[in-house]
C-alpha cells in the first residue's frame, strides 16, 4: 500500500489549498479514506473522511471551510481548504485501512500565516 500527499505549502490566512492522496496497493472503490492532521505538540487528529460512495465526515473544526473529494479513475483523494486559519497549520496525512491495519502517507506540510 502506498499513499502519496502532495500540494501542502505557506498560505495567508483567508487563502486556499488544495491536497491531493494518490492511493496504490488498495481496492479504492471500496476503501475510506481519511485525512489527519498533526500539529506541533498536538496529537494527531482526524479531519476528514470519505467514503466509498462519497459521503463525508469533518471535523467541527474545518466544517464549511474544508471539501473532501475523489476520483476513482485516477485513485486520488482530494482536501480542498479554504478560509485557511493560522490553527490550520500542520502536517497533515492521508489514511486508510486495509486488512485491518492503518496505513499512511508521508505527510504534507499546510503553513497558515496571519
Known amino acids: 500500500v502506498q499513499l502519496q500527499a502532495s500540494g501542502g505549502g505557506l498560505v495567508q490566512a483567508g487563502g486556499s489549498l488544495r491536497l491531493s492522496c494518490k492511493a496504490s496497493?488498495?481496492?479504492?472503490?471500496?476503501?475510506?479514506m481519511n485525512w489527519y492532521r498533526q500539529a506541533p505538540g498536538k496529537q494527531r487528529e482526524l479531519v476528514a473522511s470519505?467514503?466509498?460512495?462519497?459521503?463525508?465526515n469533518y471535523a467541527d473544526s474545518v466544517k464549511g471551510r474544508f471539501a473532501s473529494s475523489r476520483v476513482y479513475a485516477n485513485r486520488t483523494v482530494y482536501l480542498q481548504a479554504n478560509s485557511l486559519k493560522p490553527e490550520d497549520t500542520a502536517v497533515y496525512y492521508c489514511n486508510t485501512m486495509r486488512g485491518g491495519r492503518d496505513y499512511w502517507g508521508q505527510g504534507t506540510q499546510v503553513t497558515v500565516s496571519s
Open positions: 470519505i467514503r466509498s460512495d462519497g459521503s463525508t
Open positions: 496497493g488498495i481496492n479504492f472503490a471500496i476503501n475510506t
